[in-house]
């Protein structure tokens, strides 16, 4: 039997065959049982789409010296699609994540679009293998984009948390002890951040931090020093 894979080209679906006496002929038949009744050709058969084939031969000399016809099967199939499959697995798996969070609905409907577009060719029996790896380069090109925009959302969500967090301090000359466990607050939620997170900050913001945990250390070394020195004129006394 002859094993081919589709083109999206008419192929020969054998190879010619030699007769010892007369002319190979060819015809295709709806099966391997009965031998078809058209019209008889001298020149090999081909076919294009994916699929079963009977192609059926034999040797002719004339009308009284005919050999008995014979069957053989070819297969076209379809061009190899599990990475295709695959991609798509994986993307479905990934649109799956974030597909019910409102943040996410803009990339969630492109990603969508694309899972389709990679659908209709997994299904395409008769699509060529260049088709193929498109579609492969296009499903993950598609992910990959999906990613990066969620984790540029997030990212700048989580550097706005930290920035609002900073804004919510006190200028450097208003800032007193009390002010402590807010700067403390901010300080960690920046430290925490990712260095992408951390790109998204302003420097000016990360400057008030700076200048408010000065103010704050000044506040508390002011404090400190106003306590030792009541406590000695107590002393003193």
């Not at 540029?152 to 002890?177: G, M, Q, R, W, Y």
């Given at each position: 039997?002859?094993?081919?894979?589709?083109?999206?080209?008419?192929?020969?679906?054998?190879?010619?065959?030699?007769?010892?006496?007369?002319?190979?002929?060819?015809?295709?038949?709806?099966?391997?049982?009965?031998?078809?009744?058209?019209?008889?050709?001298?020149?090999?058969?081909?076919?294009?789409?994916?699929?079963?084939?009977?192609?059926?031969?034999?040797?002719?000399?004339?009308?009284?010296?005919?050999?008995?016809?014979?069957?053989?099967?070819?297969?076209?199939?379809?061009?190899?699609?599990?990475?295709?499959?695959?991609?798509?697995?994986?993307?479905?798996?990934?649109?799956?994540?974030?597909?019910?969070?409102?943040?996410?609905?803009?990339?969630?409907?492109?990603?969508?679009?694309?899972?389709?577009?990679?659908e209709k060719i997994a299904s395409d029996n008769n699509v060529k293998a260049d088709e193929v790896g498109k579609g492969i380069?296009?499903?993950?090109?598609?992910?990959?984009?999906?990613?990066?925009?969620?984790?540029?959302?997030?990212?700048?969500?989580?550097?706005?948390?930290?920035?609002?967090?900073?804004?919510?301090?006190?200028?450097?000359?208003?800032?007193?002890?009390?002010?402590?466990?807010?700067?403390?607050?901010?300080?960690?939620?920046?430290?925490?951040?990712?260095?992408?997170?951390?790109?998204?900050?302003?420097?000016?913001?990360?400057?008030?931090?700076?200048?408010?945990?000065?103010?704050?250390?000044?506040a508390e070394a002011a404090d400190k020093a106003a306590k030792e020195l009541e406590a000695a004129k107590e002393e003193a006394q």
């Amino acid at each position: 039997a002859n094993e081919l894979t589709y083109t999206g080209e008419e192929q020969a679906l054998t190879t010619a065959g030699e007769a010892k006496a007369g002319t190979m002929q060819y015809q295709i038949g709806e099966d391997d049982k009965t031998a078809p009744t058209g019209e008889w050709s001298n020149s090999v058969p081909t076919g294009k789409e994916s699929g079963t084939y009977y192609v059926w031969y034999r040797a002719y000399v004339n009308d009284n010296n005919v050999s008995e016809a014979v069957p053989v099967k070819v297969t076209i199939a379809s061009v190899d699609k599990a990475k295709l499959k695959k991609a798509i697995e994986e993307a479905e798996t990934y649109y799956n994540n974030i597909k019910d969070k409102a943040d996410y609905k803009e990339q969630a409907k492109a990603l969508s679009d694309a899972i389709s577009k990679a659908e209709k060719i997994a299904s395409d029996n008769n699509v060529k293998a260049d088709e193929v790896g498109k579609g492969i380069t296009a499903i993950n090109k598609a992910k990959d984009d999906a990613q990066a925009a969620v984790k540029n959302i997030d990212d700048t969500a989580a550097a706005k948390k930290v920035i609002d967090a900073i804004n919510a301090l006190p200028a450097s000359d208003k800032v007193a002890t009390t002010d402590k466990a807010a700067i403390e607050a901010a300080r960690k939620a920046f430290d925490v951040l990712t260095a992408d997170q951390k790109n998204k900050e302003p420097a000016d913001e990360l400057k008030k931090l700076e200048d408010a945990e000065k103010a704050l250390a000044d506040a508390e070394a002011a404090d400190k020093a106003a306590k030792e020195l009541e406590a000695a004129k107590e002393e003193a006394q």
